[in-house]
């Protein structure tokens, strides 16, 4: 008798912690969730997100919002006037922490993604999709957030194949929020009110 109280009671307190672990693991989540939401809205006039493609919610796109589909994330450039490697990672792809020396005309494989901010500086990029959207102009400062760096970028040229960016600084380091690509805070490209 004592024996079967003993087992009860053991069994008791093992299925008490794997709830608490479950209930720990649920929380954790949430609280991810709104970390990378609180993030990307923080003290941010001018934005622009790069989100993973095929997951887009309703909830999440604006009338101005630019949805990049099955397209390059970014494009190197040594001038406005001539296009040079692109990057070859899809915005529906995983990207990945890469970090080496960045200098213009660096091609980038599939999968990879820039780490190393100091080396991006000045530099030019292209943002995708193919034509710019009304109400952005030249000189005009925005924030270009990607999956765990935030940059602060000036608008140097605008065409019908996007916006051209000139990488002045990073100002900021979300990577240690290990937040995942699926969720619902990384689905489009906008611009803030």
């Known amino acids: 008798m004592k024996n079967t109280r003993n087992f009860i009671f053991l069994l ?3 299925l008490s912690r794997d709830v608490s672990v ?4 649920g929380h954790s989540q949430n609280q991810q969730t709104m970390n990378c939401q609180a993030s990307i809205s923080a003290g941010l006039r001018h934005w622009i997100i790069i989100r993973e493609a095929g997951l887009v919610m309703a909830e999440h796109v604006r009338p101005w919002s630019l949805i990049l589909r099955d397209t390059p994330l970014l494009t190197i450039a040594e001038d406005s006037s001539e296009m040079t490697r692109a990057l070859t ?3 529906s ?3 990945t922490p890469y970090s080496r020396e960045i200098l213009p005309g660096t091609h980038l494989q599939q999968g990879e993604h820039i780490t190393d901010i100091i080396q991006l ?3 030019l990029v292209r943002v995708v999709p193919q034509a710019a959207k009304p ?3 030249t000189g005009q400062q925005l924030e270009l957030l990607t999956p765990g760096l935030l940059w602060q970028a000036e608008v140097t040229h605008i065409s019908g194949q996007g916006l051209w960016l000139t990488i002045k600084k990073v100002i900021g380091d979300l990577s240690k929020l290990k937040f995942n690509l699926a969720l619902p805070c990384q689905l489009n490209i906008g611009q803030s009110t």
Do not use: R, S, T
């Open 93 to 95: 792809g995983i990207l």
């Open 135 to 137: 109400g952005i102009k």
């Open 12 to 14: 008791l307190v093992f």
């Open 89 to 91: 990672a899809p915005v």
């Open 22 to 25: 479950k209930e720990l693991a």
């Open 121 to 123: 500086k000045d530099l």
